[in-house]
């Protein structure tokens, strides 16, 4: 009995890996259909993986990246985000 008990869950493993064979390399491929190349296949591959950075940096846990907002309501970026951030993260710290 332990030996089918054992067949049955080596069994359902080997099916799993059978059915999900699709892989980062077999994703890789551009909205038009045709396999990606160069910097794009590197940078999909290295998402796909897992090996992407976090989307997150440590110090936004304050919120103040979600406060780099222009009056208009689009993302701040370049000198203007770099000096928001810093008030935001310094006003923050006096806060405490």
């Known amino acids: 009995m332990r030996a089918l008990t ?11 890996f059978a059915f999900a064979g699709e892989t980062c390399e077999s994703k890789a491929v551009s909205k038009a259909g045709k396999p990606l190349a160069g910097a794009a296949k590197t940078a999909f591959m290295k998402k796909c993986e897992g090996g992407a950075a976090p989307a997150v940096a440590p110090k936004a846990a304050s919120g103040c990246a979600e406060k780099a907002v ?3 309501g689009k993302p701040l970026a370049g000198a ?12 923050a710290a006096a806060a405490k």
Not at 6 to 16: H, M, T
Request: proline content about 0%.
């Open 80 to 91: 203007a985000k770099k000096a928001f951030m810093k008030k935001c993260e310094a006003d």
């Open 6 to 16: 054992g067949i049955a869950i080596a069994s359902i493993f080997v099916a799993q």
């Open 70 to 72: 222009s009056k208009a």
